[in-house]
């Protein structure tokens, strides 16, 4: 658990009005330096945190999905998003808010990535990152969810608008929930349309954005996005049911376009303009155990992405099959 609340971080926003909202769950997934980070969370995070910013949707609501941009750039003036980092000081975890810079979302899966940075004057930098496995999850499989399910934030005094002095006090709990994979989606379900997974273990409200992940020994590894699930309590609409808990696979959301500029320690520049997600994977940034610059491929005419086993691997497939007794 100490582990996971240093990667797993709420995500909050100071409206308008100064007032603190959290909004969901990100977790980090790399550390391009010291007081930056990559996030990934949900995008219908995001979209709320833009309704706050915007008061509107960009797209105006008649705008069918598929005409949408299925990659945007979200620039934030208005509101101060932010996630709250918890670093050891003193033998006790303490809360450092961090700016959330800049947001990129992958409009035809529920994903989006989060750049954080540490204003130089804060006495705290990014230490550690989750591991991601893009690989497709299999049935029955044993995952832990991660999430904060309880978020609250008041003023500890009124507050001062003229010289914009805020003093804020919230409370936040992450939640770790232990079950296994009940069905795996290809194609998605319902308002989920790209590819994910079912599990057995309710979403509450707040946990959306969070990583659901499995363990390579005592290393967690994240395996999916935690982006809905169903009530059926009408007394408490935010606890989930965990009738159709669904998590979007993370090997689609590779593809995603961002504004960074991928640097080597001498400068040079690696990947001009706009780098994928998957390249930063490639040079290092993110740690992609399942490989998916191996595997993703775009379908001719389509622009449709596709997970395409490599051929050692359909071979591999091929003789554990002959080997398989038959009775």
Not at 118 to 146: C, M
Request: aromatic fraction near 8%.
């Amino acid at each position: 658990m100490t582990t996971l609340l240093e990667v797993v971080l709420p995500l909050g926003v100071v409206a308008t009005d100064a007032s603190w909202q959290f909004v969901g769950t990100a977790f980090v997934i790399g550390i391009p330096e010291p007081k930056s980070a990559l996030l990934l969370t949900a995008a219908h995070n995001v979209a709320r945190i833009r309704a706050l910013e915007l008061g509107r949707e960009r797209s105006h609501f008649t705008t069918p999905p598929e005409f949408r941009p299925s990659t945007e750039y979200v620039e934030v003036r208005k509101t101060a998003p932010f996630v709250n980092l918890m670093q050891g000081r003193r033998g006790r975890p303490v809360g450092v808010p961090v700016e959330v810079r800049d947001f990129w979302e992958f409009g035809t899966i529920d994903v989006a990535l989060l750049l954080a940075s540490i204003r130089p004057e804060v006495d705290a930098v990014f230490e550690k990152a989750l591991s991601l496995d893009t690989r497709p999850i299999d049935p029955d499989v044993g995952i832990w969810a991660a999430g904060y399910s309880s978020l609250q934030a008041q003023f500890n005094n009124p507050p001062d608008y003229e010289a914009q002095v805020f003093e804020i006090r919230y409370d936040v709990e992450l939640q770790a929930l232990g079950e296994q994979v009940v069905d795996v989606l290809p194609q998605g379900s319902g308002i989920h349309r790209g590819p994910g997974f079912l599990v057995s273990c309710p979403f509450q409200s707040g946990m959306s954005g969070g990583p659901v992940i499995t363990f390579a020994g005592r290393v967690p590894t994240v395996r999916g996005i935690i982006t809905g699930d169903l009530s059926e309590s009408g007394d408490a609409p935010a606890a989930g049911s965990g009738v159709r808990a669904f998590a979007a696979m993370l090997w689609p959301a590779m593809a995603m376009q961002t504004n960074i500029v991928l640097h080597r320690a001498y400068d040079r520049v690696l990947q001009p303009g706009r780098s994928r997600l998957v390249d930063l994977a490639r040079h290092g940034v993110v740690n992609d155990l399942g490989r998916a610059d191996k595997h993703v491929r775009s379908v001719p005419g389509s622009g449709a992405l596709v997970w395409e086993d490599t051929y050692v691997e359909r071979l591999r497939r091929v003789w554990r099959a002959l080997r398989r007794p038959l009775w």
